[in-house]
C-alpha cells in the first residue's frame, strides 16, 4: 500500500492543470467521492468556474461489486469542453462507463479523462494521468477518517 500525500498531490495537480489549459477545457466534472478534492484544486490552479460533480458506486471500499451506477448528472449543455476527473482510474470500467453516458447526453461537447493514477490494466488509459499506480493507493483525505 503506498500513501499518497498533501505534499505529492500539490505537485502532480500542478503537472495535470499545465496539461488541462494546453488542452483548454472550460468544464470539469469530478466523480464523487474521489475525484472531487482533484477537481477542486484543479478549477482552482486553472480558474475555471465551471466544476460539477456526478455519483458513481462501482467499489465498496476495497470491494468491486457486479454493477456501475451513474447519478446526480449535471447540465453540461453549455460546456465546450470537458474533463472528467477522478482520483484513479483502476479497471476503467466506471471512467469508461461515465465517459460513454455524457457523450450520449450532450452529444456536442468534447470530453476528455484524467486521473492522477491509472493502472497500465485499465481498459482505457486515460488523457491526462500523472503515475501509474502499482499498488493499492491510500490517499491522505482518505487517511483522516473521524
Keep these: ?25 472550460d468544464s470539469i466534472v469530478a466523480i464523487a467521492r ?58 476503467g470500467e466506471t471512467m469508461h462507463e461515465i465517459t460513454i453516458l455524457l457523450q450520449k447526453r450532450f452529444p456536442e461537447v468534447e470530453f476528455k479523462n484524467a486521473a492522477i493514477f491509472y493502472k497500465p490494466t485499465s481498459i482505457i488509459k486515460p488523457d491526462f494521468a500523472v503515475k501509474e499506480a502499482q499498488e493499492w493507493i491510500e490517499f491522505f483525505w482518505s487517511k483522516s477518517k473521524i
Design 1 to 25: 500500500m503506498k500513501f499518497y500525500s498533501y505534499e505529492e498531490f500539490i505537485k502532480d495537480v500542478e503537472i495535470m492543470a499545465k496539461d488541462l489549459k494546453n488542452y483548454g477545457c
Design 34 to 91: 474521489g475525484g472531487m478534492t482533484l477537481g477542486h484544486f484543479l478549477a482552482e490552479f486553472m480558474s475555471i468556474r465551471e466544476l460539477y460533480s456526478l455519483n458513481s458506486i462501482h467499489y465498496d471500499d476495497q470491494k468491486k461489486l457486479d454493477y456501475i451506477k451513474v447519478y446526480n448528472i449535471p447540465d453540461l449543455s453549455k460546456s465546450k469542453k470537458v474533463v472528467i476527473v477522478d482520483d484513479i482510474i483502476d479497471s
